[in-house]
C-alpha cells in the first residue's frame, strides 16, 4: 500500500491550495479515506473524510465551508481543495487510508507541508 500526497506549499492568506493523494496497492474504491493535518507542537487531527464512493463526506469544524474532499476512484487519488487559508492552517497535510477491514491496519501517507503566511 502506498499513499503519496502533493500539493502542499506556501501560499498567502486568503488563497487556495488542492491537495492530492495518489493511492496504490489496495482496492481503493472499497475505502473510506481521511484527510489529517498536524501543526507544530499539536495532536493530529481528522481535517475531513469521504466514504468509499465518495456520496459522504465529513468536515472538522475548522475547515467546513473552506474546503471539499472528493475523489475519483477511476484515478485512485483523493483531493483536498482548500479555500480561504488562514495561517491557523499551517500543518503537515497526511492522507489515511481505511484499509483496516482488508489488511488489518490503516495506512498513511508521509504527508505534505501547507504554510500559510505572508
Known amino acids: 500500500v502506498q499513499l503519496v500526497e502533493s500539493g502542499g506549499g506556501l501560499v498567502q492568506p486568503g488563497g487556495s491550495l488542492r491537495l492530492s493523494c495518489a493511492a496504490s496497492?489496495?482496492?481503493?474504491?472499497?475505502?473510506?479515506m481521511n484527510w489529517y493535518r498536524q501543526a507544530p507542537g499539536k495532536e493530529r487531527e481528522l481535517v475531513a473524510a469521504?466514504?468509499?464512493?465518495?456520496?459522504?463526506?465529513n468536515y472538522a469544524d475548522s475547515v467546513k465551508g473552506r474546503s471539499t474532499i472528493s475523489r475519483d476512484n477511476a484515478k485512485n487519488t483523493v483531493y483536498l481543495q482548500m479555500n480561504s487559508l488562514k495561517p491557523e492552517d499551517t500543518a503537515v497535510y497526511y492522507c489515511?487510508?481505511?484499509?483496516?477491514?482488508?489488511?488489518?491496519?490503516?495506512?498513511w501517507g508521509k504527508g505534505t507541508v501547507v504554510t500559510v503566511s505572508s
Open positions: 496497492g489496495f482496492t481503493f474504491s472499497r475505502c473510506g
Open positions: 489515511n487510508a481505511e484499509t483496516r477491514l482488508y489488511y488489518g491496519r490503516n495506512y
Open positions: 469521504i466514504s468509499s464512493g465518495g456520496d459522504s463526506t
